[in-house]
């Protein structure tokens, strides 16, 4: 293969990309319960956001964190699992920053172009939570070299917690049920946050980020991670009750791999076994996005 298309595929996650339109679309799917609507086609341009959108932050999540990155010592754990050829494209001089720029100002264009053909008031809606989430991972990306307290992740994992709540006001309004989304996920995207933390802590030491476990220690990401569990799981049974059976069942699903990752974690509280656990969390939000996609379709 290419050594250019390798490196874009790398940069672009391109193997986890069905995730991101599963989860957007997850959202506007649960609001065709309450405010119909639902069309095939309108389903299709609504993965294309996600798509698009999600592919942007990854981008840009790259190009922020370029010169950092470019003093990792350990590229056989997170890097390898996120990315299949298992390279940092920027910090490598594989794609240069420019044509990085390039490609972040086009899918976001892209994204932003999709975004208004939906309805007014909608189409105002998604496009204030685009731009709110690329300057929210800007902050983030910048805030976490400085810190002394971890505001870059509680601040920062706002950005995707929104993301199936802008799925859901493609169509709906902002109401409670896309509240409850929202308090539903942020715990999970704050535990989530931790493992990848713990998984990377090598690398964030010799890059000198503050985050959680470089913060915290070891001892205090893991309990980061099950606390932020056990509020999700808390979240999870308020949220259910706006849900029918299939949704609760895949949240359910969802719900007994975290445990499991949980108690992995804080019986081992090493980078290795959080990476051995990691695929717990990303299969937990497609159980859940998919429950709550087939249960809205049903």
């Given amino acids: 293969m290419h050594a250019t298309l390798r490196a874009y595929i790398d940069l672009t996650r391109l193997q986890f990309s069905f995730a991101w339109p599963l989860l957007f679309c ?16 309108d389903l299709v341009r609504v993965a294309l956001i996600g798509f698009f959108g999600f592919e942007a932050g990854l981008v840009l999540n790259d190009y922020i964190d370029r010169e950092y990155d470019r003093k990792d010592i350990e590229t056989d754990k997170l890097t390898k699992y996120w990315r299949v050829f298992g390279t940092r494209p920027l910090s490598a001089g594989l794609i240069s920053p420019r044509n990085a720029v390039a490609l972040f100002l086009i899918l976001a264009a892209v994204t932003a172009c999709l975004i208004l053909t939906l309805p007014a008031p909608h ?18 990306q910048e805030e976490k070299r400085e810190q002394k307290f971890p505001f870059a992740q509680l601040i920062g994992r706002t950005d995707f917690a929104l993301f199936p709540v802008a799925g859901y006001l493609c169509i709906g309004s902002p109401d409670l049920n896309a509240l409850l989304y929202f308090a539903f996920f942020y715990p999970f995207a704050l535990a989530h946050l931790g493992a990848n933390d713990l998984i990377d802590v090598a690398n964030d030491r010799a890059r000198g980020m503050n985050t959680i476990p470089t913060l915290f220690s070891m001892n205090g990401t893991a309990y980061w991670i099950s606390g932020f569990t056990a509020v999700h799981g808390v979240t999870a049974l308020i949220f259910m009750t706006r849900l029918g059976w299939v949704a609760r069942i895949g949240i ?22 959080a990476l051995k656990v990691l695929p717990c969390f990303h299969v937990a939000m497609v159980l859940y996005a998919a429950g709550i996609a087939a249960g809205a379709l049903l």
């Fill in 123 to 140: 189409s105002v809606y998604v496009l204030i939570l685009m731009v709110y989430c690329f300057a929210i991972e800007i902050f983030y």
């Fill in 252 to 273: 359910c699903a969802g719900l007994v791999l975290l445990l499991y990752a949980n108690a992995m974690i804080l019986k081992d509280r090493s980078p290795d076994t």
């Fill in 26 to 41: 997850s959202g506007y799917l649960l609001a065709t319960i309450t405010y119909g609507g639902f069309a095939w086609l």
